[in-house]
């Protein structure tokens, strides 16, 4: 992986299962050693308890070279994250809860935040 781009995914965009790819605007690239970390802590996330609302407010675009290998998009009220794979990818879940109070949650949300700055 080289770079990850942070989405700040569009309010509103209600259809998540017809999304083919993150809709929104992007508010952040990370590369190098950064990369490495956010993978690390999204695969430290622990799981949660599933809840129903779906509002994402970010998300992030895995990419190697000009190809996108995956993109999750995280609702931290909800605890789902969706995943949208690619033919890179193929057989990555669809779905995953998180408990958004874990530590890897919490500085995920800082790293996020930290974008919109």
């Known amino acids: 992986m080289e770079q990850i781009d942070v989405v700040s995914v569009a309010p509103g965009e ?3 299962d017809r999304w083919t790819a993150l809709p929104g ?3 952040g690239t990370w590369t ?3 990369v490495r970390e956010v993978l690390d802590l999204v695969a430290a996330l622990p799981e949660g308890e599933q809840m129903r609302c779906f509002v994402p407010r970010y998300g992030i675009r895995v990419r190697s070279e000009s190809a996108v290998i995956a ?3 995280f609702c931290f009220r909800c605890r789902n ?3 949208i ?3 890179q990818a193929p ?3 669809t779905w995953f809860t998180f408990d958004p109070e874990s530590s890897p949650a919490q ?3 800082r790293l996020f935040r930290a974008c919109e700055v």
């Open 81 to 83: 994250a969706l995943v």
């Open 14 to 16: 209600g259809d998540w």
């Open 107 to 109: 500085e995920l949300l």
């Open 91 to 93: 057989g990555l879940p």
């Open 71 to 73: 993109e999750v998009a």
């Open 25 to 27: 605007e992007v508010i």
């Open 32 to 34: 190098g050693e950064r």
């Open 85 to 87: 794979p690619s033919e």
